[in-house]
């Protein structure tokens, strides 16, 4: 249920108030909501959330790369953030997919094949229960 259209109201702050809601019922579990969400292997509504925005940039995988842009070895093959004048485009899916995808780790984006990107990615993101983007821009 939580699933249905996160991508499109997951970065909101209404996705607060359900993460909340999530720590709420897991710490009425037990004290750590952190290591419950381990446990349990469930993702918090941001894993969800980042989860969905980059398995959504993975299947359109057309968008400028900066080795296509830029002359010289950019180091990485990460995909080119468009720079943004409104509020609303620095919100947009797109732009933090984008964000998201550059900021994942390597050894995932890698991955060619799409059922083992995604086994991989929600790996990593039930061993990391983040409850805001900044904690996973921070990893």
Do not use: S
């Given at each position: 249920m939580i699933?249905?259209?996160i991508i499109l109201w997951g970065e909101e702050r209404k996705s607060v108030k359900i993460l909340q809601i999530q720590k709420r019922v897991l710490h009425s579990i037990k004290e750590s909501c952190r290591s419950v969400f381990k446990q349990l292997k469930f993702l918090t509504v941001t894993a969800l959330y980042i989860f969905e925005v980059l398995i959504y940039i993975k299947k359109i995988m057309y968008l400028r790369r900066n080795s296509g842009?830029?002359?010289?070895n950019t180091r990485?093959?990460?995909?080119?953030?468009?720079s943004c004048n409104t509020s609303l485009f620095k919100t947009s899916v797109m732009n933090t997919g984008i964000r998201l995808y550059n900021k994942m780790p390597t050894r995932i984006k890698q991955l060619d094949r799409f059922?083992?990107?995604k086994r991989?990615?929600?790996l990593f993101l039930l061993d990391h229960p983040f409850y805001s983007l900044n904690e996973f821009f921070c990893v």
């Open positions: 699933r249905y259209g842009i830029y002359e010289c990485r093959c990460d995909f080119h953030v468009p059922r083992d990107f991989k990615l929600k």
